[in-house]
């Protein structure tokens, strides 16, 4: 069963910088693509990004290219999400998924953490 717990959430003002971390564990994840996604109030689950575990290969919603940064590091089981120039409408709780076939895709996970909370004020 794999875990994934996400940190690194917090209050930020607009125009500033963020990474989230997901610790994952209970699997060995060289066939796993892992992603961000978030989810604002009111509003539906997006996908942010996402990542191949071994290629790094990596796939991001339109709306946060050029902004945030998917990356992982293999050595310590850890996926991280650099976010840069922070906007209010990035406010959400942010989620760490993975899927296990490997795909890059925004879709078909199919673990989860508990979620960490961004807030950028104006």
């Known amino acids: 069963q794999v875990q994934l717990v996400e940190s690194g959430g917090g209050l930020v003002q607009a125009g500033g910088s963020l990474r989230l971390s997901c610790a994952a564990s209970?699997?060995?994840?060289?066939?796993?693509?892992l992603g961000w996604f978030r989810q604002a109030p009111g509003k539906e689950r997006e996908f942010v990004a996402a990542?191949?575990?071994?290629?790094?290969?990596?796939y991001y919603a339109d709306f946060v290219k050029g902004r945030f940064t998917i990356s992982r590091d293999n050595a310590k089981n850890t996926l991280y999400l650099q976010m840069n120039s922070l906007k209010p409408e990035d406010t959400a709780v942010y989620y760490c998924?993975?899927?296990?076939?490997?795909?890059?895709?925004?879709?078909?996970?199919?673990?989860w953490g508990q979620g960490t909370q961004v807030t950028v004020s104006s």
């Open positions: 209970g699997r060995t994840f060289s066939s796993y693509a």
């Open positions: 990542v191949s575990w071994i290629g790094g290969g990596t």
């Open positions: 998924a993975a899927r296990s076939d490997g795909v890059i895709a925004a879709t078909g996970y199919d673990s």
